[in-house]
């Protein structure tokens, strides 16, 4: 039997080898496109993992986690922050900073299931927007924390 880098078998299911941050993210990416629609526009809520030129504002880009290990001590855990980043070209911030309010409203303190972990509750941390230095794009970033314990 082959292993992988971190030491499981090659053969395991897809599921049992994906970094925990992932399945978190997953689980987001499922909940809020049933959860979230903007009144103003078709859906926004397709959430891409990286900003391609010339795709059509607005939308939602997942982006940096950052894994820490967990305060419990006699289990195994991990806090998860996950970033999201939301693109629009709307004249002022209000585009990004509703849809931010949506991704908020639809996620925070919101359960996610998480194969292999006890459930799990995103908690919001804090967002803000910018114009980017062209001028021309509204860059909103909006941050989420998951404290997840394995089973």
Same mark, same amino acid.
């Given at each position: 039997?082959?292993s ?6 090659? !053969? ?5 080898? /994906?970094?925990?941050?992932?399945? #978190? ?11 979230v ?29 950052v ?7 006699? #289990? ?32 925070? !303190?919101?359960?996610?299931? #998480? ?16 114009? /980017? ?18 089973l």
């Amino acid at each position: 039997m082959v292993s992988s880098r971190d030491g499981r078998a090659a !053969n395991s299911s897809p599921s049992s080898v /994906q970094p925990s941050h992932r399945r #978190v993210v997953r689980s987001m990416r499922v909940r809020s496109p049933q959860a979230v629609q903007c009144p103003a526009r078709p859906p926004w809520c397709r959430c891409w993992t990286r900003c391609a030129p010339g795709r059509t504002k607005p939308y939602v880009t997942i982006g940096e986690d950052v894994v820490t290990p967990g305060p419990a001590v006699d #289990v195994e855990s991990e806090e998860i922050v996950t970033t999201l980043h939301v693109w629009s070209e709307h004249a002022g911030l209000s585009e990004a900073k509703v849809i931010m309010g949506q991704i908020k409203d639809a996620l925070h !303190n919101r359960p996610l299931t #998480v194969a292999g972990f006890r459930p799990v509750r995103l908690l919001f941390l804090h967002s803000r927007a910018f114009t /980017q230095p062209d001028g021309m794009i509204r860059h909103g970033v909006i941050q989420f924390q998951a404290r997840i314990e394995r089973l």
